[in-house]
C-alpha cells in the first residue's frame, strides 16, 4: 500500500557560478553525477538527481550558474538556470559562506518573485573565519530576505546535510514519487561519460582555453573487454588544437589517461578511451551546432 502521506517535488540548485551547487548534489546523492571544477560555469546543463529517502523523494535540478551571457552558449546556460526556477516547488539559492557578492544579489533579485519557496544554503562554512563570521553573516542574509529557512553547510565535509534534507521535505507536496527509488539521474551513461572527459579538460588546461571547447561522445559500447569509448574535443581556434594535444601528444594523453581513471572509478568497469580534437570555429556561437552537441 502506497504511503498517504509521501512527499516528493522538484527542487532548483540556483547561484552563481562556483559556489559549489554540483558539489552538494553529488554530497546529497551520495554519487558523481555531476562534474566538480575549481573554474566557473563548470556546469553546462541542466542535471536531474534523484534522491529517495524514507517518507519522500527529492529530485534536484543542478542548473549552470547564472551570470552575464556573451554567446549562445552562454545564453542557453542562463535559460536552463531560469527554467529550473519556473519549474521548481522548491528553489534553493546557494552562496559561499565566506563572501557575499554582487552576483549572489543579482541571482537573489532573480528568484524572488519566483512564487516558490526559496531558502538559502551557505556552503563552505569550513572554510569562514574566525567562526563569529558566520554569525555575522547569516545576520546580514536574513536582512536581505525572508528565506523559508537557512541552512549553512560544508558539501565538501558532509557537514548538516540531513538537516537540509528535513527542510526541502518539509517544503515538498504529498505526492506519490515521480521515479524509481534506485535511479540517480535522467542523465544517460554516454552524457556522463563525456562529461568527465569535459572536466579533465577543465582541470589540465589554462583558464581561459576550456571554455571554448566541448565534447561529443561518438562512441559508447560496451563489449566483453569493458566499455568502448570514443569522444570529439572541438574547439573553437586552431590554435586552441595545439594546446589540446601539446607536444608529441603528451597533453592529450594526460586527458585520457585521467578521464579514462576516472570513467572506471565510476562504472567498475574496464574503459577503452579514444579521444579526437577537431575545429569549428565559433561553434558555441552557432544555434544548429549548439543542438547538434547536445545543447537543446
Sequence with gaps: MSDPDFRCGTVALVGRPN???????????????????????????????????????????????FHKAGNALGRYMVQKARGAVEDADVVVLVTDATRWTGEDQAVLD???????????VLNKVDRVQPRSRLLTALAEGRERADFAFVVPLSARQGDNITALEQELVSHLPISPPMV?????????ERFLAAECVREQLLLHL????????????????????????????????????????????????????AARLEIREQWQEPVFLSLWVKVRE????EPVWLTRLGYD
Design 19 to 65: 559556489v559549489g551547487k554540483s558539489s552538494l548534489l553529488n554530497r546529497i546523492l551520495g554519487q558523481k553525477i555531476s562534474i566538480v571544477t575549481h573554474k566557473a560555469q563548470t556546469t553546462r546543463h541542466r542535471i536531474h538527481g534523484i534522491h529517495t529517502i524514507p517518507g519522500a523523494q527529492i529530485v534536484f535540478i543542478d542548473t549552470p550558474g
Design 110 to 120: 532573480a528568484i524572488r518573485g519566483s512564487g516558490r519557496p526559496v531558502g538559502w
Design 180 to 188: 524509481e527509488e534506485d535511479i540517480p539521474t535522467d542523465r544517460s
Design 206 to 257: 589554462h583558464d581561459e582555453l576550456p571554455y571554448g571547447m566541448t565534447v561529443d561522445l561518438e562512441q559508447f559500447k560496451r563489449t566483453e573487454k569493458g566499455l568502448e569509448l570514443g569522444a570529439v574535443i572541438w574547439v573553437a581556434k586552431d590554435s586552441h588544437k595545439g594546446m589540446v594535444i601539446g607536444r608529441q601528444g603528451e597533453q592529450l594523453k594526460r586527458i585520457g589517461r
Design 282 to 285: 565559433n561553434w558555441a556561437d
